[in-house]
């Protein structure tokens, strides 16, 4: 299993690029979430998917839109980057029951 | 929405000592609870989770304790080792088919002074 993978791992933007984070997890878990991790603010949730087919908004949606149209992918796109969205981003995903396993990371900068 | 406030934001202790992480929560309707782990770098890895209709789970050196009508839980480290050191997240969510919005709190940073 290679647990949950997320790519790339660095990304440097420029503002008004547009661009899609990666995730992919091989456990079949049906729940995944995306997270952004700021200093100072834990992880906060932007978008989440309880099954195939399923999406909904989380704490700070706005900028992202994302779609599961497997199990195994929940892809994060960015539509128009601002400086604002530099953040490290979480992929991270679960079975019915059980805590969430995090993807690696990807650390994005927007200048 | 579900509000998460933990305290304190650093904490050092001698190694050997005990640690103890303070979350409180506003949403009377949470009923799962998970701690995590963050090393510096790497990504957040849960060591222990409870659920409201348990008040005490331990696994070897930690444990966390829930008082729902309180609000409040808190995760106690015991003996206390270097590698112990890192930032710890406390998080809260209503369990139930369709809602998964795990709220976090702002972190814990931990350092184990040898």
């Known amino acids: 299993n290679a647990g949950v993978t997320q790519t790339p791992k660095f990304q440097v933007l420029k503002t008004g690029q547009s661009m899609t984070l990666q995730c992919a997890q091989d456990?079949?878990?049906?729940?995944m979430s995306w997270y952004r991790q700021d200093p100072g603010m834990g992880l906060r949730l932007i978008h989440y998917?309880?099954?195939?087919?399923?999406?909904d908004q989380g704490e700070v949606p706005n900028g992202y839109n994302v779609s599961r149209s497997t199990t195994e992918d929940f892809p994060l796109r960015l539509l128009s980057a601002a400086p604002s969205q530099t953040s490290v981003y979480f992929c991270?995903?679960?079975?019915?029951?059980?805590?969430?396993?995090f993807g690696s990371g990807t650390r994005l900068t927007v200048v | 929405g579900e509000n998460v406030e933990q305290h304190p934001s650093t904490l050092s202790v001698q190694e050997g000592d005990s640690a103890v992480i303070k979350c409180t929560y506003s949403?009377?309707?949470?009923?799962?609870f998970p701690w995590y782990k963050q090393e510096l770098g790497k990504r957040p890895q849960l060591i222990i989770d409870?659920?409201?209709?348990?008040g005490e789970k331990k696994d070897q050196r930690i444990a966390v304790t829930l008082n729902k009508t309180a609000k409040h839980f808190s995760l106690h480290i015991t003996e206390t080792q270097p590698e112990d050191s890192a930032v710890y997240f406390c998080?809260?969510?209503?369990?139930?088919?369709?809602?998964?919005?795990?709220?976090f709190g702002t972190g814990t940073r931990l350092t184990i002074i040898p």
């Open positions: 998080a809260a969510s209503i369990r139930d088919f369709g809602n998964e919005k795990l709220t």
């Open positions: 998917s309880v099954g195939a087919g399923i999406t």
């Open positions: 949403d009377s309707a949470s009923n799962y």
């Open positions: 991270a995903s679960r079975y019915r029951v059980g805590g969430y396993t």
């Open positions: 456990m079949n878990h049906e729940y």
């Open positions: 409870i659920r409201s209709n348990v």
